[in-house]
């Protein structure tokens, strides 16, 4: 299984609609990713609900997991998509 932490970059953390782009985003990609607060429940990262349970907000670290073929590309796509600020 691959890991990457992430420190969340949008102003606004995961909430309401970036949780729903990076749900969009994740669900878009041929593997299946986790996402969760470190030490904390990973949830499905295409779950727009799930996201937001989360709480992430800008600064906070998130991980990252996914272990199907194409693992590294799918991680480093959400990881561009949480270290940008929009």
């Given amino acids: 299984m691959l890991e990457r932490r992430v420190t969340v970059a949008i102003a606004e953390g995961l909430h309401a609609r970036p949780?729903?782009?990076f749900a969009k985003l994740a669900g878009?990609?041929?593997?299946r990713v986790?996402?969760?607060r470190v030490g904390g429940e990973?949830?499905?990262?295409?779950?727009i609900l799930g996201v937001m349970t989360l709480g992430a907000?800008?600064?906070d670290?998130?991980?990252l997991r996914a272990d199907d073929e194409g693992a590294?590309?799918?991680l480093a796509v959400?990881?561009?998509?949480?270290?940008?600020?929009?």
């Fill in 78 to 86: 959400l990881a561009e998509y949480l270290s940008t600020s929009s």
């Fill in 61 to 63: 670290e998130v991980l």
């Fill in 42 to 47: 990973p949830v499905a990262s295409d779950s």
């Fill in 72 to 74: 590294a590309e799918a």
């Fill in 19 to 21: 949780a729903a782009l």
């Fill in 57 to 59: 907000g800008f600064g």
């Fill in 34 to 36: 986790t996402i969760g």
């Fill in 28 to 31: 878009e990609l041929p593997v």
